[in-house]
């Protein structure tokens, strides 16, 4: 009895080993994908097999293979999860050779008709031609998740890998304030010459980028020409859907009096390019009649009447300004602290004035 339950024992771990062992025909591959091109959109012909020269690098995909010689099959899937989920491509390619034990390949080598490891048997949701968007060619807004998998040609499932994108879909940019549209009427008045800028657009995502152009209106000219053709008093890029008027080297100053017109362009990264997305045109005018130097309201006492130092302020134009740590700052570089204090960037803890 006793060697009977050591040769069930020795049987069964021998078959347990068995079980573990690969089996020989099996090709074993590793498949990882990630993103390289940091784009806002995509095109639904990015995934189609094309010209190389228009052939975008969306993603890098490597194959890890402990046998490079076994031929394996990839296959590429391509399906929205929000807003609504729709599978919308899926490609497969011939049987290749990986060659390497580590291969690396990207989406350009799977959509360059006649290549090695192109893209030959594929299909595009019909349905997707119904979505909102599509006239551009532009995957409508929505998380995409990307699914690569490589099988044997037998068709077992070897190893699979998958991302998440978002991409936007920009087809408006709206203005908030300062000022209103161009053609709405004649300029509003704005206090002081560091006004914020502010604005929305739809379809964010991360990595937006935003083109702000201010432009002075000179005499019976127009909000239009001013920005097409004028010469900007300050021109800047943003991440952010606000911007607050520098004052200092940067910028040209505002003049107290003065028109001025602004324009924000929502610059799209695609997999073709930036794509441009111009807001309307807004304009206003600057209060104030005058500077410190001539006796005027300055705008430093628009900003401190803002902040509620009058009537204790009213008619004292300051002359220095000292920070806590004994540095003296600018007048310019006071008028940007109190904008910034007035916009609640910057949090105000105590004033001493002497």
């Known amino acids: 009895m006793r060697v009977f339950v050591r040769a069930f024992a020795a049987l069964v771990l021998a078959t347990s080993w ?83 034990p580590v291969r690396h390949l990207t989406t350009r080598d799977l959509s360059t008709d006649g290549g090695e490891f192109a893209l030959t048997d594929f299909s595009v949701n019909e349905n997707l031609l119904d979505e909102a968007g599509l006239q551009s060619g532009r995957l409508p807004a929505g998380t995409y998740l990307f699914t690569v998998t490589v099988r044997s040609t037998q068709g077992a499932v070897l190893d699979s890998d998958e991302l998440r994108i978002t991409v936007g879909y920009s087809a408006r940019v709206d203005l908030l304030s300062p000022g209103i549209p161009a053609d709405a009427g004649p300029p509003p008045m704005v206090p002081g010459p560091t006004p914020r800028f502010l604005w929305s657009a739809d379809g964010d995502a991360p990595g937006a980028r935003y083109r702000l152009r201010v432009a002075r209106v000179d005499g019976e000219g127009s909000a239009v020409e001013a920005i ?26 505002l003049e107290p009096g003065g028109t001025y017109a602004w324009q924000v362009t929502r610059e799209v990264a695609t997999s073709g390019g930036d794509e441009p997305t111009e807001s309307p045109i807004y304009w206003f005018r600057v209060g104030g009649g005058g500077t410190a130097a001539d006796g005027g309201d300055p705008s430093f006492a628009i900003l401190l009447r803002a902040l509620g130092f009058s009537p204790q302020l009213d008619g004292f134009v300051p002359v220095s300004a000292r920070l806590q740590d004994g540095r003296v700052i600018p007048l310019p570089e006071l008028e940007a602290l109190l904008a910034a204090i007035a916009a609640g960037d910057v949090p105000l803890l105590s004033v001493r004035v002497q």
């Open 18 to 100: 068995a079980g573990l062992a690969p089996a020989p025909c099996s090709a074993q591959v590793q498949v990882s994908i990630r993103r390289l091109a940091p784009v806002e959109a995509i095109f639904v012909s990015d995934l189609l097999p094309g010209s190389p020269g228009v052939r975008p690098d969306l993603l890098g995909i490597t194959l890890i293979s402990q046998d490079a010689s076994r031929p394996v099959v990839m296959e590429v899937r391509v399906a929205r999860e929000t807003p609504r989920p729709l599978e919308i491509f899926r490609g497969t390619t011939d049987p290749f050779v990986p060659r390497d």
């Open 228 to 253: 097409q053709g004028g010469f900007p008093v300050w021109e800047t890029t943003t991440s952010a859907t606000s911007a607050l008027y520098p004052a200092s080297v940067q910028a040209v100053r």
